[in-house]
């Protein structure tokens, strides 16, 4: 009977250590995953070049009549503007008229 409760008490103490083995604890160091952002170059949006021809006429009589002709072409955001200023000048007095054309 002794050898029973021997057997008994070592097959318990064996289960025992097996259960208290099992018991294993791991731990896990991760790094934060690593963001790669890419930069966009910046778009630089230039106005259309301009070109401006002036005209200076004289006539009349004795030329006291004077005529200055402006035209501008190229003025707008999309560079499809043109501005005419015609600016006269005579004996009544002087007189400048503007005229611009956008599509």
């Given at each position: 009977m002794k050898f029973k409760i021997i057997t008994l008490a070592l097959a318990a103490t064996a289960f025992s250590s097996l259960a208290a083995s099992a018991q294993t604890t791991v731990i896990e160091e991760r790094r934060p995953g690593v963001v790669i952002e890419q930069r966009q170059t910046p778009v630089v949006v230039e106005q259309a070049p301009s070109t401006t021809v002036t005209t200076?006429?004289?006539?009349?009589?004795?030329?006291?009549?004077?005529?200055?002709?402006?035209?501008?072409t190229g003025t707008g955001p999309t560079g499809d503007c043109a501005t005419r200023t015609v600016h006269k000048e005579d004996l009544g007095g002087e007189k400048t008229v503007s005229r611009t054309d956008c599509p």
């Open positions: 200076h006429e004289r006539g009349g009589f004795l030329g006291t009549e004077s005529r200055t002709t402006t035209t501008t």
